[in-house]
């Protein structure tokens, strides 16, 4: 076994985490089409549970339908699912792994609106231009009910047995819609100042740690940028302010990622031939309107060669934000972006930039990342090249590796170490 600072403990508030790589939220495509939890579903997470992955957060959990931001996502909106997020909770716990129900609205980052689903909302009605999809304000009355969905899933992930929940304000989503001046240009009280702007997260905050006490852990996911050139994102300083008054009202640990959809190719890193055709014909913007399909395809060569100029893959790409907020911070912060190698994560940890890291393409590619990286290795265990296939292919596609050398790789190893009984 490796003596690695991945294997130290880490405390998240009440729990005790048995190592520092995490498995990040990904959407997995993998639920059935009203959100419930699949065997297909389960079938992803297996393998990272039986490697020991320490700490594993869920794709994202769409607490209403107005919420619901891709297909086959899973949901936590109604109490009828819970029985099927409690097989999620007892597989990840079978392997030792601690479960985090990552808890989400999408705003107005939605191609198609869930069927029984009113509108698209956001903070403003500032179209969102991947999509094209142009939203509606919400209205002062409804802002409560937003909060109330957030509260009632957390309570659902409790009774189902989650470890705990992390609230999505990254990646453009709608609490992050309601932090960005740029989709925030409401006049009212959650618009304007930074108070103002962070009141809607503060408030989903602050009411989930009232409904649960101090005992229940709360992470909260957000960026370190907003990496919007020529918009007027949030900057960072303003961020880290955030996050301090998210720490003041019991968030637990902050985990730092970076942009918004429209952020692209900022908010992944990697490489991208092949990235818009694949989202166009079977990914997030397979429902878009055919002639915004025919326009991105027809410039989908030079905007990927340009991509790849702009944002190669580079381990760590988070850091120089994380950092920040880590010394600004006395809870625990967790960097991801782009993290693949054991010495990468080790510098990390050691340079004092993050407490833990988190990944999610290399867990595609490899899920078990965190045996491989602290134990033994499996002999030619995969590692993830960052095509960005699968992120090209979500909402469309199950999530997957897809390429093919890396994912055959994958599967000798799973046919290698899986459990005998299981042969």
Not at 288 to 304: D, G, I, N, T, Y
Request: hydrophobic content about 40%; glycine content about 10%; some cysteine.
């Amino acid at each position: 076994m490796v003596d690695s600072a991945l294997r130290r403990p880490l405390d998240i508030g009440a729990m005790r985490v048995d190592g520092r790589l995490f498995k990040s939220a990904t959407s997995e495509t993998r639920a059935s089409e009203d959100g419930f939890v699949t065997d297909d579903l389960l079938a992803f997470y297996e393998p990272m549970a039986q490697a020991g992955t320490p700490m594993i957060v869920t794709g994202n959990l769409y607490v209403s339908l107005q919420g619901k931001s891709a297909g086959r996502q899973a949901g936590i909106d109604r109490n009828d699912k819970i029985a099927g997020l409690r097989e999620w909770v007892a597989l990840a716990h079978a392997g030792g792994s601690k479960l985090v129900a990552q808890l989400n609205h999408g705003g107005r980052q939605i191609a198609r609106l869930a069927p029984g689903a009113d509108r698209i909302v956001s903070a403003s009605n500032v179209r969102e231009p991947l999509y094209g999809t142009k939203p509606s304000p919400l209205r002062r009355d409804e802002i409560p009910g937003v909060v109330d969905s957030f509260v009632a899933a957390s309570v659902r992930a409790r009774e189902a047995g989650f470890d705990g929940v992390q609230i999505h304000a990254a990646h453009g989503y709608l609490l992050g819609q309601f932090l960005t001046p740029h989709t925030n240009r409401r006049t009212d009280e959650y618009g304007g100042p930074l108070e103002r702007r962070a009141r809607l997260l503060l408030e989903v905050m602050d009411a989930i740690r009232t409904r649960h006490g101090d005992g229940y852990p709360v992470l909260v996911k957000m960026n370190g940028t907003d990496d919007l050139p020529l918009r007027h994102g949030a900057t960072t300083d303003e961020l880290l302010r955030v996050a301090r008054w998210l720490q003041d009202a019991g968030a637990n640990a902050i985990e730092i990622s970076r942009g918004h959809y429209e952020s692209w190719p900022g908010m992944v890193q990697g490489n991208y031939r092949g990235f818009l055709r694949a989202s166009v014909s079977v990914g997030l913007l397979m429902h878009s309107s055919k002639v915004r399909k025919l326009a991105l395809a027809a410039l989908a060569p030079v905007a990927e060669r340009v991509a790849e100029r702009l944002r190669p893959p580079q381990e760590g790409f988070n850091l120089p934000y994380a950092r920040r907020f880590t010394e600004a911070l006395d809870v625990p912060v967790i960097a991801v972006g782009g993290f693949h190698t054991r010495a990468g994560m080790e510098d990390a940890l050691a340079g004092g930039s993050a407490d833990a890291v988190s990944a999610a393409r290399a867990f595609i590619a490899d899920p078990h990342l965190y045996r491989n990286l602290t134990g033994e290795p499996t002999l030619g265990h995969p590692v993830c090249g960052y095509c960005n296939g699968c992120i090209a292919r979500f909402s469309g596609s199950r999530i997957d590796c897809y390429n093919d050398e890396i994912r055959g790789r994958r599967e000798v190893m799973l046919t290698l170490t899986r459990p005998m009984q299981d042969k």
